[in-house]
């Protein structure tokens, strides 16, 4: 569990990308809480978690293992077909970065939830999909 103040700047940042993909219901941060948006529509029904972090050009596995605590959480719900659950992550200089997880790890998204670039494991650079 993190320590500290919500996410304020990323939450700021995701809300307008949260609303282009769906009807967006904003989650107060509290203890227990596992997400900070749920995104509602047509297709999927979509539970993000928002996380700061300094090294966000990292591979794919790097980002898992930096967010293990995050995928926990998120992993306490259950998982199915028409859900997503989701964490992006934020960097001090407002760059955003997407991740699906899945049971066997991360998928790197875009802001359209679509896979991009590079998942494979081995000599991912990580570089793919700062937007």
Same mark, same amino acid.
Do not use: H
């Given at each position: 569990?993190?320590?500290?103040?919500?996410?304020?700047?990323?939450?700021?940042? !995701?809300?307008?990308? &949260? @609303?282009?993909? =769906?009807? %967006?219901?904003?989650?107060? $941060?509290?203890?227990?809480?596992?997400?900070?948006?749920?995104?509602?529509?047509?297709?999927?029904?979509?539970?993000?978690?928002?996380?700061r972090t300094k090294?966000?050009?990292?591979?794919? !596995?790097?980002?898992? &293992? @930096?967010?293990? =605590?995050? %995928?926990?959480?998120?992993? $306490?719900?259950?998982?199915?077909?028409?859900?997503?659950?989701?964490?992006?992550?934020?960097?001090?200089?407002?760059?955003?970065?997407?991740?699906?997880?899945?049971?066997?790890?991360?998928?790197?998204?875009?802001?359209?939830?679509?896979?991009v670039g590079n998942?494979?494991?081995?000599?991912?650079?990580?570089?793919?999909?700062?937007i």
């Amino acid at each position: 569990m993190t320590r500290g103040p919500p996410p304020e700047k990323a939450i700021a940042l !995701a809300l307008p990308i &949260a @609303q282009a993909r =769906g009807f %967006a219901v904003f989650c107060k $941060r509290e203890r227990g809480s596992v997400c900070d948006i749920v995104i509602f529509n047509n297709a999927v029904t979509i539970v993000v978690r928002l996380a700061r972090t300094k090294c966000i050009n990292q591979s794919v !596995a790097d980002m898992e &293992a @930096q967010f293990a =605590g995050a %995928a926990t959480c998120l992993g $306490r719900i259950p998982a199915a077909d028409r859900r997503s659950r989701e964490i992006w992550a934020c960097d001090y200089y407002n760059n955003l970065r997407f991740f699906q997880v899945n049971g066997t790890g991360f998928v790197e998204i875009g802001r359209d939830g679509k896979p991009v670039g590079n998942n494979d494991r081995p000599g991912d650079p990580g570089k793919k999909g700062v937007i």
